[in-house]
């Protein structure tokens, strides 16, 4: 071919390429085997899976338009076009904090791949858009406008968990595969394998419950759970109590029915039910409220539980925004996440745990609970070592104790762990202080918490990847001398010295109960 003619071919196929034409609508197809949808996401149906879809554009370098999903219409900003690259970024206002998310993508026949940036723990990942429509974005709709309710009064504390809640919840196990089959399986295994009595005694039923309302405005059960109240009694016969989910908006955060309008008749069908426990879920209801009237939204719930005169724990879940330790007692709350949700693996784990709860221990006390979210003790995703330091953690940090594994089938190992006596005697222990981190030297951390009586309870973290020795001194934890050390996953005492050293294997720990003067 003549150098001319190669020139002009090259030309065409690069302006076939790159065509760099990215206007029109874009939409995400997502997993084998699901409907594509941008009304009602479910990662209940495919974890991680969050359905969005792209209105663009382009006029050759530049990008804009907006994404469309859960959270509603989000500009394109900063977008970019570069021989079928394309990069832009969506600016989102996460509770009053900005959150600046950045995607790439590339045009590959008639098909968009979007990476999506890493959320949380999760990687980034790509999916695959195709393109329904090559019109230009419609303009942008005016966002709704969003109910303002005025402060609430503070209600009166329930008088219950005053030491943190104990049980089961099936969400890190089950998602929307939980049924009343699987529930009642759960609860027989806590009475067969020592579970309940070493104090698990909630059974907690996550989100995926619900169906619709019937005329009445009552709420429905799916046909995974065909009598609630049935369940209900069953739980109770075994000795064991009863915890069910629900949003203060209009679906939950898998897209089932929630409690938004409806909230005296749902906290009186709890009560009907004989319900014990309520998680309760913020999801959509930024979609209706100003975030600003949260403690005034959960505050109407907890008002409703207790308009029942029954005894129902209230678990506040807004991840730890806007404070929640300041107003989740007044609220009504029995305990409040503190953060994003926890994943089965040593970075999540280790990152809420340890980074993520500093300061927030005066919050704490009998009937008021900071909670770094349920357990994935027996996931699979961490080593023993590993779930052993999130169970001591969890049980310095005073949080509950909500096993999410498959209790029907637990390892020994998983199950020594998750019922160590000594070391739920400290989580469980009636002062009621949550522990600190009392020193830090890289990646080793002494943490601590005083029990009644005058004891501490000590644990030794080895966060690194090497083997290390760890010394408390007697000073850390305010003391000249110690006079007892009891190892807790030995079941040992120690020899007491004004120092105390020991040997922590990569992300172990050293739990130890300590006396002294
Ligand atoms: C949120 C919560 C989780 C779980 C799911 C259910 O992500 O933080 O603990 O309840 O919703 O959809």
């Given at each position: 071919?003549?150098?001319?003619?190669?020139?002009?071919?090259?030309?065409?196929?690069?302006?076939?390429?790159?065509?760099?034409?990215?206007?029109?609508?874009?939409?995400?197809?997502?997993?084998?085997?699901?409907?594509?949808?941008?009304?009602?996401?479910?990662?209940?149906?495919?974890?991680?899976?969050?359905?969005?879809?792209?209105?663009?554009?382009?006029?050759?370098?530049?990008?804009?338009?907006?994404?469309?999903?859960?959270?509603?219409?989000?500009?394109?900003?900063?977008?970019?076009?570069?021989?079928?690259?394309?990069?832009?970024?969506?600016?989102?206002?996460?509770?009053?904090?900005?959150?600046?998310?950045?995607?790439?993508?590339?045009?590959?026949?008639?098909?968009?791949?979007?990476?999506?940036?890493?959320?949380?723990?999760?990687?980034?990942?790509?999916?695959?858009?195709?393109?329904?429509?090559?019109?230009?974005?419609?303009?942008?709709?005016?966002?709704?406008?969003?109910?303002?309710?005025?402060?609430?009064?503070?209600?009166?504390?329930?008088?219950?968990?005053?030491?943190?809640?104990?049980?089961?919840?099936?969400?890190?196990?089950?998602?929307?595969?939980?049924?009343?089959?699987?529930?009642?399986?759960?609860?027989?295994?806590?009475?067969?394998?020592?579970?309940?009595?070493?104090?698990?005694?909630?059974?907690?039923?996550?989100?995926?419950?619900?169906?619709?309302?019937?005329?009445?405005?009552?709420?429905?059960?799916?046909?995974?759970?065909?009598?609630?109240?049935?369940?209900?009694?069953?739980?109770?016969?075994?000795?064991?109590?009863?915890?069910?989910?629900?949003?203060?908006?209009?679906?939950t955060c898998a897209g089932y029915e929630g409690s938004y309008q409806h909230e005296e008749q749902d906290a009186r069908t709890y009560a009907?039910?004989?319900?014990?426990?309520?998680?309760?879920?913020?999801?959509?209801?930024?979609?209706?409220?100003?975030?600003?009237?949260?403690?005034?939204?959960?505050?109407?719930?907890?008002?409703?539980?207790?308009?029942?005169?029954?005894?129902?724990?209230?678990?506040?879940?807004?991840?730890?925004?806007?404070?929640?330790?300041?107003?989740?007692?007044?609220?009504?709350?029995?305990?409040?996440?503190?953060?994003?949700?926890?994943?089965?693996?040593?970075?999540?784990?280790?990152?809420?745990?340890?980074?993520?709860?500093?300061?927030?221990?005066?919050?704490?006390?009998?009937?008021?609970?900071?909670?770094?979210?349920?357990?994935?003790?027996?996931?699979?995703?961490?080593?023993?070592?590993?779930?052993?330091?999130?169970?001591?953690?969890?049980?310095?940090?005073?949080?509950?104790?909500?096993?999410?594994?498959?209790?029907?089938?637990?390892?020994?190992?998983?199950?020594?762990?998750?019922?160590?006596?000594?070391?739920?005697?400290?989580?469980?222990?009636?002062?009621?202080?949550?522990?600190?981190?009392?020193?830090?030297?890289?990646?080793?951390?002494?943490?601590?918490?005083?029990?009644?009586?005058?004891?501490?309870?000590?644990?030794?973290?080895?966060?690194?990847a090497g083997s290390r020795r760890v010394t408390l001194h007697a000073a850390d934890i305010g003391l000249t001398r110690i006079t007892h050390i009891r190892d807790l996953w030995a079941h040992a005492d120690q020899r007491a010295a004004p120092?105390?050293?020991?040997?922590?294997?990569?992300?172990?720990?050293?739990?130890?109960?300590?006396?002294?003067?």
């Amino acid at each position: 071919m003549k150098p001319i003619l190669w020139a002009f071919a090259c030309t065409a196929l690069v302006s076939h390429v790159y065509a760099d034409d990215w206007t029109g609508h874009w939409v995400m197809q997502p997993p084998t085997g699901q409907t594509p949808s941008t009304a009602s996401p479910s990662h209940a149906i495919a974890p991680g899976f969050r359905a969005i879809s792209l209105w663009l554009k382009s006029d050759g370098t530049r990008l804009t338009g907006y994404m469309s999903g859960r959270a509603g219409n989000t500009p394109v900003s900063d977008g970019r076009i570069d021989r079928g690259h394309v990069s832009f970024v969506i600016i989102t206002d996460y509770f009053g904090e900005e959150r600046r998310a950045n995607y790439s993508g590339v045009l590959s026949g008639s098909e968009l791949k979007i990476t999506l940036p890493p959320f949380g723990t999760r990687p980034p990942r790509e999916v695959t858009l195709t393109r329904v429509s090559t019109a230009d974005p419609p303009p942008l709709p005016p966002p709704p406008p969003k109910i303002t309710l005025p402060p609430a009064k503070d209600v009166p504390y329930n008088a219950l968990a005053k030491t943190p809640p104990m049980g089961w919840n099936s969400w890190n196990k089950f998602r929307s595969e939980v049924s009343d089959p699987l529930v009642r399986q759960v609860a027989d295994a806590m009475v067969r394998n020592g579970m309940r009595d070493a104090g698990y005694v909630y059974v907690n039923i996550d989100d995926t419950w619900e169906a619709g309302r019937d005329p009445h405005g009552q709420i429905l059960t799916n046909e995974r759970f065909p009598d609630m109240k049935a369940l209900s009694d069953y739980i109770h016969s075994k000795g064991l109590k009863i915890g069910i989910y629900s949003s203060p908006g209009p679906k939950t955060c898998a897209g089932y029915e929630g409690s938004y309008q409806h909230e005296e008749q749902d906290a009186r069908t709890y009560a009907a039910w004989g319900v014990d426990y309520l998680k309760y879920d913020w999801c959509s209801a930024s979609q209706v409220y100003d975030y600003h009237s949260m403690p005034a939204v959960y505050a109407r719930m907890g008002q409703a539980l207790e308009n029942t005169g029954r005894a129902i724990v209230f678990s506040l879940c807004q991840y730890g925004v806007l404070k929640v330790q300041q107003w989740g007692a007044h609220a009504g709350g029995n305990l409040w996440r503190t953060t994003g949700d926890i994943q089965d693996n040593w970075q999540s784990m280790s990152r809420i745990g340890f980074d993520q709860q500093e300061g927030l221990e005066t919050a704490a006390g009998p009937g008021r609970w900071n909670d770094p979210d349920m357990l994935e003790i027996g996931n699979g995703g961490m080593t023993d070592d590993e779930y052993r330091t999130h169970m001591s953690l969890w049980a310095i940090l005073a949080a509950p104790l909500l096993a999410g594994n498959d209790l029907r089938s637990v390892p020994r190992d998983i199950l020594e762990i998750l019922t160590n006596k000594e070391v739920i005697a400290v989580d469980q222990d009636p002062l009621g202080k949550q522990g600190r981190r009392v020193a830090k030297n890289g990646d080793l951390e002494i943490w601590a918490r005083p029990l009644l009586g005058g004891a501490w309870a000590v644990g030794l973290f080895n966060r690194g990847a090497g083997s290390r020795r760890v010394t408390l001194h007697a000073a850390d934890i305010g003391l000249t001398r110690i006079t007892h050390i009891r190892d807790l996953w030995a079941h040992a005492d120690q020899r007491a010295a004004p120092e105390h050293t020991a040997d922590v294997v990569s992300h172990g720990v050293v739990m130890l109960k300590v006396q002294g003067k």
